[in-house]
């Protein structure tokens, strides 16, 4: 799904991630990678395998779209320090000709000097770039020159059926001057939003994008 933003070009993926076409750059929020590791050892029963399944999206994302950057917008580790950091600093690694440029997000406590030697720029607020901002949390106040990339919330809109049947799943949030992605990582959750005048909203599944307003 291809949106037009300010002209502009970016594509709406599957995967839960934004290819902006003229930059060749991938938006990616929210992978909370550690968090898995940090559940199980905590005591809840979360499949090992589902940590994989955010390297494995990582890697389609990066060889179908021939990305030369990436900006995670916050929140890539989970909390402390877990061996999944080691994983990504291999997966980061093996991807040395990708830059990378994390804005830090409420849940990304590593020490920032981790994410330096792992190759990546780091913004502790917000990243700006030809009059679009990267950043974590939603901004409340928003300018008409500029427009808004974030993540944080986990958007999920719930679709109803016949009967009682419903189905919630991640979505692109698409406001006047600000965009919300899904949160990029597995067992994450998610907030509900709602249909409001002038927002698009396009749900995700593991296959397909589709507009439901």
Request: aromatic residues 16%; glycine residues 6%.
């Given at each position: 799904m291809q949106i037009e933003i300010r002209g502009n070009h970016f594509r709406l993926l599957s995967q839960k991630a934004v290819f902006w076409e003229e930059t060749q750059t991938l938006l990616i929020g929210d992978l909370h990678l550690g968090k898995i590791i940090h559940f199980r050892k905590e005591g809840i029963a979360v499949p090992g395998i589902a940590a994989e399944n955010n390297?494995?999206?990582?890697?389609?994302?990066?060889?179908?779209?021939?990305?030369?950057?990436?900006?995670?917008?916050?929140?890539?580790?989970?909390?402390?320090?877990?061996?999944?950091?080691?994983?990504?600093?291999?997966?980061?690694?093996?991807?040395?000709?990708?830059?990378?440029?994390?804005?830090?997000g409420n849940h990304d406590i590593l020490p920032v000097s981790l994410f330096l030697e792992s190759d990546m720029q780091v913004y502790m607020e917000d990243f700006e770039e030809d009059g679009f901002i990267f950043t974590h949390h939603p901004k409340t106040e928003l300018r008409s020159d500029r427009f808004v990339f974030a993540g944080h919330v986990h958007p999920v809109f719930t679709s109803y059926g016949k009967g009682r049947q419903s189905v919630r799943l991640p979505c692109f949030v698409i406001d006047k001057n600000q965009a919300i992605l899904p949160s990029f990582g597995v067992f994450t959750g998610g907030y509900p939003v709602n249909i409001i005048n002038g927002r698009k909203i396009y749900i995700t599944t593991e296959t397909t994008i589709f507009p439901v307003c």
């Open positions: 390297f494995l999206r990582l890697n389609q994302l990066v060889q179908h779209t021939g990305a030369v950057r990436i900006i995670f917008l916050g929140d890539l580790f989970h909390s402390k320090y877990n061996s999944e950091w080691e994983t990504f600093r291999a997966w980061r690694a093996g991807h040395h000709y990708i830059e990378m440029i994390i804005v830090i």
